[in-house]
């Protein structure tokens, strides 16, 4: 069991940052990967970032390379999503979760159904 909430999410204006935080907790394993997700209205549900065990490998979807940036703090329990130069279009409402690393490739570790766990979502707003 992996209990995950997210926290940091609010409305900014167009080339805004934002910093949400998911922190995690239960039954952590060194064999899950943590991503964030986000869905907005009448869309489906897109990867944003990954990141592995220990923080040595990390992957982002092609719209926000460059822009958003996800780490881990140990110590902590938290999975960080730094978001810089947001955009409208980066509105959503945006979900972490954890999955079993086994099986995922770096092909896949951004699609959902590799993911077991979810937290309920924080909004982010982006008003130009």
């Known amino acids: 069991q992996v209990q995950l909430m997210e926290s940091g999410g609010g409305a900014v204006q167009d080339g805004g940052s934002l910093r949400l935080s998911c922190a995690v907790s239960?039954?952590?394993?060194?064999?899950?990967?943590v991503a964030w997700f986000r869905q907005a209205p009448g869309k489906e549900r897109e990867g944003v970032a990954a990141?592995?065990?220990?923080?040595?490998?990390?992957y982002y979807g092609d719209s926000v390379k460059g822009r958003f940036t996800i780490s881990e703090d140990d110590t902590k329990h938290t999975v960080t999503l730094q978001m810089n130069s947001l955009r409208p279009e980066d509105t959503a409402m945006y979900y972490c979760?954890?999955?079993?690393?086994?099986?995922?490739?770096?092909?896949?570790?951004?699609?959902?159904?590799?993911?077991?766990?979810w937290g309920q979502g924080t909004q982010v707003t982006v008003s130009s």
């Open positions: 239960g039954a952590t394993s060194s064999s899950n990967a």
């Open positions: 990141i592995v065990p220990g923080g040595t490998m990390t």
């Open positions: 979760a954890a999955g079993a690393l086994r099986g995922m490739s770096s092909r896949s570790i951004l699609q959902a159904i590799g993911y077991h766990s």
